[in-house]
C-alpha cells in the first residue's frame, strides 16, 4: 500500500494484509439510491444547495440519469446508504487493493485519456466527463475495468471512503485491515472523476484525497452491500 515516491501522503510503501471483502462492482446509481429514499432511511442529496452554482453537475432529480452515479452527497449520506444496503464504506486499503488490479498502464498518467476512461479532456466545462459535461452512465468505459470486474475507479465520480483522513497515517498503520484513524476533521477520497485531466496527479492507485462536504465530482461504491 502507498508508494515510495509521489506525495508524501503516500508514503511510507508498506504492506498491508486484508480480510476477505465485497465490493460494489459499480459506483451507487441514482436509482439505487433512490429505493433508499424512498425507504425513508436516505435523504435526498443536495436538499440544501439550491442556488449553488454547481447544482446542475448534480444527478439527483435529473431526467435520465438514473444509471448515473449518485453524486453530491455528504460522508454521512454516502454512510446511511451502505448501511441501509446492508454494507459499508470501503477502507482506503481495500479501495486501493482493487485500483492495484485493476488497469495496468491505464493508471499511468501518459496513457490515461477519455478512449479509458471518464475524465475531462480539457477544464473547459464543455469538456468535462469526455464532453458529457458531468457523469456518465456507470459501466461504460470498457478501459477503466479492473481484473476482477470493478468499474470506473479511475474516473466518472471520485469515491468516499469509511477512513478519516491524516496525512501522516501510514507512517503508524496496523499491518492489518487499516481502517484509518480514529478521528480527523474530514474523512478520506480516493478515485479521479470526471473533472480530473489526463495528466493529474489522482491518476495513480495509491492518491489520496480528503473532504468536508459534497461536491458533484464525489459518489460511492459499498463493501459487503446485499441490495
Known sequence: MGARRNYSDERPA?????????????????????RCVTAGRCPKPVAHAKGHPTRRLCNWGRVGRGVHPINCVTWTQARQFCTWAGGRLPTEAEWEHVARQSRGDLLRRARASCTSAVLASSTHPVRLGCGAG???????????RSSNGVEDLT????????????????????AKDPRGPKSGRAH??????????????????TARQFSGTWDPTLGLRCVGARR
Open 134 to 144: 458531468g457523469t456518465r452512465a456507470v459501466g461504460t468505459s470498457p478501459g477503466d
Open 188 to 205: 478520506s477520497v480516493r478515485g479521479c472523476s470526471f473533472g480530473c485531466v489526463p495528466d493529474s496527479r489522482l491518476l495513480t492507485p
Open 155 to 174: 474516473g466518472n465520480v471520485s469515491e468516499w471512503m469509511g477512513d478519516w483522513f491524516s496525512l501522516g497515517y501510514y507512517s503508524r498503520s496496523p
Open 14 to 34: 508498506h504492506r498491508v494484509c486484508l480480510s476477505a471483502y465485497r465490493i460494489d462492482r459499480h459506483e451507487v446509481t441514482v436509482s439505487r439510491y433512490a
